[in-house]
């Protein structure tokens, strides 16, 4: 069997042209008002038969990608490159089909459970998503009854210095102690690379740990419960020491900042709530809609007839005679 592909580069290349030169030669005439399925891009013969691709088709599949990737193929180069992609997509087809794989029970037992699984989707955006509704009071009366859910904890921030050196942790303390800034010692530290991994390590914001929660960490469980019942203001007058996955770090702190816990406005939380709410409807709509399938089937359940499974026997274990 004798396939022959007539397209190379530049017959796609006076193709992608000849449709731009249409377009400048009917002045008035829009891309959309060209007859683009008579602009042919590609053409071979399979087995006889001529097959062709059009500038109609090519657009057609390029459309059906995300709108993100279409943004590569719209201008002349770039369709040029698509339709490479698609004559190799379309040219393995062609064989598996020669091949009859496309009558393979297996992948058309898989093509049905698709098919049908495309159906109730469909069916669902029809009988579920059409028909749910719901208000701005329902979205207020839900944030009501769930305030306790949308409760900011609350968090603190500190400038920590994390070291695994006792030595070097207590000479930095003295410094810090006899008048030198934490911050600055921070930073001095993070520029030697004498910073251990833990709270306020970071090379743009040397020892700032940023604002965060009891609930943070638990493997450092000891150092945010003692900057949680500091002062702001307050400083280690001592180096703190705790143990994390085995290591022992030596840390300097002093507290920056604390926020309280406080209550999430149904504006910062709204599409959350919106989230939700949707959900439920669409939740509750499916029972109401099944309901309604069941009663239009005249649905009768017989779970009795389901029979009992046999209990398993145990193997008897075979016993070896004496000798």
């Not at 389901?306 to 398993?312: D, N």
Request: glycine content about 4%.
């Amino acid at each position: 069997m004798k396939k022959i592909f007539f397209v190379v580069t530049a017959v796609v290349a006076t193709c992608l042209l000849t449709w731009s030169l249409v377009r400048s030669d009917n002045h008035g005439v829009s891309e959309e008002e060209v007859d683009k399925s008579q602009i042919i891009l590609a053409e071979m013969k399979w087995n006889g038969e001529l097959i062709q691709i059009s500038l109609e088709e090519l657009d057609a599949a390029i459309a059906e990608l995300p709108s993100y990737r279409q943004r590569n193929y719209s201008k002349k180069e770039g369709k040029a490159e698509f339709l490479e992609d698609y004559i190799d997509k379309k040219l393995k087809l062609l064989q598996a089909t020669e091949h009859g794989f496309d009558k393979l029970q297996d992948h058309l037992d898989k093509l049905e459970d698709y098919t049908h699984q495309l159906m109730v989707e469909k069916l669902t955006e029809v009988e579920v998503d059409a028909k749910v509704s719901y208000t701005d009071e329902d979205l207020k009366a839900y944030y009501e009854e769930n305030k306790a859910n949308y409760v900011e904890a609350a968090k603190v921030r500190a400038i920590c210095i994390p070291l695994d050196d006792e030595d070097l942790a207590n000479a930095t303390l003295d410094e810090i102690l006899a008048g030198a800034d934490i911050v600055e010692m921070a930073v001095k530290l993070t520029e030697q690379d004498k910073i251990a991994n833990g709270p306020g390590k970071s090379e743009e914001n040397p020892g700032n740990t940023g604002l965060f929660s009891q609930s943070a960490s638990p493997n450092w469980s000891e150092f945010i419960e003692a900057v949680f019942e500091m002062e702001i203001g307050e400083m280690t007058d001592t180096v703190f020491e705790t143990d994390v996955d085995d290591e022992t770090y030596y840390l300097i702190f002093r507290k920056e900042e604390h926020k309280s816990e406080r209550q999430k406005e149904l504006e910062e939380v709204q599409s959350d709530v919106k989230r939700k709410v949707d959900r439920a409807a669409k939740r509750a709509r499916i029972i109401e809609w099944v309901e309604e399938i069941s009663q239009q089937g005249k649905l009768k359940l017989y779970p009795e007839n389901i029979p009992t499974p046999e209990p398993e026997t145990p193997e008897e274990e075979s016993e070896t005679p004496d000798k």
